[in-house]
């Protein structure tokens, strides 16, 4: 490239705006952001501690928070040696167009002091470190605590005032402040323009170029408002170079010493630790980036979904770069799936695959909302799309492909094809346990138990539920305990419909008030239900009708109440029918029924339709003599009970369902 036509960019002077990949050379040989992050938690934690972090996809930001709080004085050791490394050639090159005039401020996001030991004339430099110091605790802004509060403010106010009416040169940045300094860049004047050199460790030269190959630096360049944008592609030191007619002296690398002891941490601690100090600062969260970061904090490292839910709400896109609409589309996304709002999910998810989104998780996770829709081909195609992600993907492909085989098992199982099922199930247990993704091991493990249930395999079902539980206790999943108490819980109802074991519906009842216990006072609607459901049946199984009837008109009331629960709505009027057939009180069986034929006419079936219309049968023509060991245990004691009862002068069951607004209002109390 022609030195005219640098000096024609750059005359008469710049501000230069440097950030990691500066102080990448020798002989400094300092890491990048994320590189930072990687060597010190292998310097400050224990590798089980290392792996949580390194399997949550969190920012950088929020780990570093987890290492400010349990490492303490550690992290100030391990970062006061950026202190103390020395300059390379890119920083004395900077300090010589320094000199001649061409640059009229330094300002860095680095934590080192390479420019300024790369200075002659020491008093005359004019160095801005937005990040702060390293050796200067005070003044380091690097944890999610610090990024998203008012200094962080007054660091883009900082930026603002240093640049003015000049022309900034971008070295070594990767554009990734999104709290504090991406919102300043893409709001400067239109009197200030942009030269953004992105370095390519390939090219020995460099050109203008119009694409942009790093999406950081594309979401703030494409989102400025005004302004020139001039974008440099090719080797940093050919353009300093070429710029300055000056050239530096090379050296070998060396690596960072950071020493520091091996220090050891409870996992569920760090997890009440970091949600306490989160919760603190959720109040003062004005930076909608730091919203999102701190949703996906708690959506993703703390499991509290419905807290996520409610910040990610308060989220103005508008004032979110470009790159992170379509991660905030992701994270609505899965948010909002966990939470078991399906529609919302679906949109969000296709929102963000406009976005460029090709993640395979969000196909598998599209294709579970085909599956509940009982669009199976649908949900085939999707999956085999994510299978096929997947294992392109060098990095999670592994971990992706294991969570989507778990999907496809379910897919298969409640087709009724278990024992390819169960092969799926292994397979990504396997791919998981290499990966050590200790959360959807315990999925796998939960929902080769539900399989064993359904076989009626109770020991194989019980031993995969326990295990599922000791691990998600050990990651501090609480729906997932809950869960799991739930799961083990409907062991033991089993045990006792099919045994008669008093013992087993003690046990059953026990486990089923721990996973109540479990889930937190507010939120959960929909698990509290799921629950209350169960422990309804369980007291109708035992013919206590009272108590049978609080627990079951709680649950109805709570799932009709929740989008798109339908399917629980049903079985919870199943459950009330029987109860009003066995407990002899006819008055509300035609309203009942008018309720399930409209919840079947909208196209929401259910497993147990087979089972409702049995009892349909009953009510119209008596109980027959049928095999029971047709029917699962559950409805087999059910059945009996009904046999016993004899149903024959019962209510006729109407032809059409009961207009929408008397079914919808169907209370029991």
Known sequence: MN????????????????????????????????????????????PEIKHCLDNTDLRPEVVMQVLWEYTGESIFTALSALSQRPPNKLHTLLESLRIHGKISKIITTNLDLCHEKASVEKDDLKVVHLHGVAGKKDTIMYALDQVSNKRAQDAGMILLKAIQDS???????????????????????????????????????????????????????????????????????????????????????????????????????IRRKVSQSISESLPRLENDTA??????????????????????????LKNVTIERKGSYYRLLGYIKYRCGFYSEAEEAFKECLKKGGRD?????????????RNDFKLAKKLLWQAINNAESDPKNGMRDKGQILNSYGLLLQDTGRRDEALKVYEEAEALLRKEGDVYG???????????????IRLLDAE????????????????????????????????????????????????LFKKALEVLPENGAE??????????????????????????????????????GQ?????????SLLELEILHSKDSKVSNIISSLNFLLEKGQLSEKKSWYNLIKDSINNGVKEIDLDDLHPTYSIRYKQLMTKQTKNHTKIPNKPLPTNIERNFNRG
């Open 3 to 46: 030195i005219r036509a640098i000096r024609s960019l750059l005359a008469p002077s710049v501000v230069v705006f440097t950030g990691a990949g500066v102080s990448c050379d020798a002989p400094t040989c300092l890491p990048l952001g994320n590189q930072l992050v990687d060597i010190l938690l292998s310097k400050l934690v224990t």
């Open 167 to 269: 022309t900034v040169l971008f070295l070594g940045y990767s554009g990734r402040d999104d709290f504090d300094l991406a919102p300043a860049l893409i709001n400067l004047p239109a009197n200030v323009n942009f030269v953004w050199v992105e370095h390519d460790v390939k090219s020995d030269n460099w050109e203008i170029n119009r694409n942009f190959s790093s999406s950081d630096a594309f979401s703030i360049l494409s989102s400025r408002r005004a302004g020139e944008v001039t974008y440099i592609r090719g080797n940093t030191w050919a353009f300093l170079r070429d710029w300055a007619s000056h050239e530096g002296v090379d050296a070998s690398k060396i690596g960072i010493d950071v020493n520091s002891t091996l220090l050891s941490f409870d996992s569920s601690a």
């Open 291 to 316: 919203r999102l970061v701190v949703a996906e904090f708690l959506f993703r490292f703390l499991n509290r979904s419905e807290e996520a839910d409610k910040i990610i709400c308060q989220v103005d």
């Open 360 to 372: 395979g998780l969000i196909l598998r996770c599209l294709a579970d909302i085909a599956y509940r």
């Open 441 to 455: 091991v315990s999925d796998i493990l939960n929902n080769k138990g539900t399989l064993y249930l359904d076989a």
């Open 463 to 510: 031993e995969a539920f326990r295990e599922a539980l000791s691990l998600r206790e050990q990651i501090n999943h609480v729906q997932g305990v809950c869960y799991s108490y739930l799961n083990i819980g409907l062991v033991k109802r089993i045990d006792y419909c099919m045994n008669g074991n008093l013992l087993s519906y003690e046990e059953a009842h026990n």
């Open 526 to 563: 929909l698990d509290r239900a799921l629950i209350k459901k169960n422990i309804g049946d369980l007291f109708l199984d035992r013919a206590e009708f009272a108590s049978a009837e609080i627990f079951l008109s709680k649950a109805y009331e709570s799932f009709s109440s929740l989008d």
């Open 566 to 574: 339908e399917g629980y709505e049903f079985s919870c009027l199943l």
